[in-house]
């Protein structure tokens, strides 16, 4: 399967982060962690990589959700109470 193949089958899947670790990153003694929510690519150093992903997730979490209650604010109209009429 194709790397695109393989990432696609994860986001649809729900997965908030993808850790991309190839032979280049290796080199460097790096890791990218990729953002499903913004599709935001970061380097990060394979050191602390394990340590920063709880945090990752959290305001991965966080911002996904205020997305969630802007889209729904916006979106969300009242409905007068007058009396509709309907053409006859």
Do not use: C, Y
Request: cysteine-free; proline content about 8%; glycine content about 8%.
């Amino acid at each position: 399967m194709s790397p695109g193949f393989k990432f696609n089958e994860w986001e649809l899947a729900g997965v908030p982060l993808r850790i991309e670790i190839g032979p280049k990153d290796l080199e460097k003694s790096q890791a990218t962690i990729a953002r499903r929510f913004d599709r935001e690519k970061t380097p990060r150093p394979l050191d602390g990589v394990a340590a920063e992903i709880p945090g990752l997730l959290e305001t991965a979490q966080r911002e996904m959700l205020e997305a969630a209650r802007t889209r729904l604010d916006e979106h969300t109209h009242l409905v007068g109470t007058g009396r509709i009429s309907w053409p006859a």
